[in-house]
C-alpha cells in the first residue's frame, strides 16, 4: 500500500463552525448587556446659543445639569422641576459635597430665567458654574 491511498482514504477533519459561531453570538450579546454606556445630560427641546469661542466641557458623572428650556420649564435627570423642587435638589446636591453645576439654556429661554437659576445656585454655595454653548467654526 502506497502512502498515496493510505492519505487518500483517510477522513479529511474539519472543525464545526456552528457552535463556534453561536458562541461568538452569545459572548457579543452578552458584552452589549453587560457594558454600561455613558449618556450625556441632554434635553432635546433645548437649543442651545451658538458661539465661536469657549472650552469643551469634560465629561464629568459628578456634575448636576440644569437645562433651562424655552418657556421657563426646568428640567433635571429628564423630571420637569418647579423653582421649589430645583431649590431643594441644589439643596441636596451641595450636602452631598458636590459643587459642580451646568447651567444648558435654550437660546430663546427669558434672560432672567436663567439669571435666577445662576442666583439659586449661589445661594447653596455652588459657585463652580458653567452656562453651555454649541461651539460652531468661525464663518468669514
Known amino acids: 500500500m502506497s502512502d498515496r491511498s493510505r492519505w487518500q482514504s483517510e477522513e479529511s477533519f474539519e472543525v464545526p463552525q456552528t457552535p463556534l459561531i453561536d458562541i461568538i453570538f452569545i459572548l457579543i450579546i452578552f458584552f452589549l ?3 454600561t454606556f455613558y449618556s450625556e445630560e441632554r434635553d432635546v427641546e433645548v437649543k442651545l446659543p451658538e458661539g465661536s469661542e469657549g472650552t469643551i466641557i469634560t465629561r464629568d458623572n459628578s456634575r448636576m445639569v440644569i437645562n433651562v428650556r424655552q418657556g421657563g420649564i426646568l428640567v433635571v435627570n429628564n423630571a420637569i ?10 439643596q441636596n446636591y451641595r450636602a452631598a ?10 437660546s430663546s429661554a427669558n434672560h432672567g430665567r436663567i439669571m435666577t437659576v445662576i442666583n439659586m445656585c449661589k ?14 467654526e468661525k464663518r468669514e
Open 81 to 90: 422641576l418647579s423653582l421649589e423642587q430645583l431649590d431643594h435638589e441644589l
Open 97 to 106: 459635597d458636590s459643587s459642580y453645576v451646568e447651567i444648558r439654556g435654550d
Open 123 to 136: 445661594k447653596h454655595g455652588l459657585s463652580d458654574l458653567s452656562l453651555t454653548q454649541s461651539i460652531v
Open 33 to 35: 448587556v453587560a457594558t
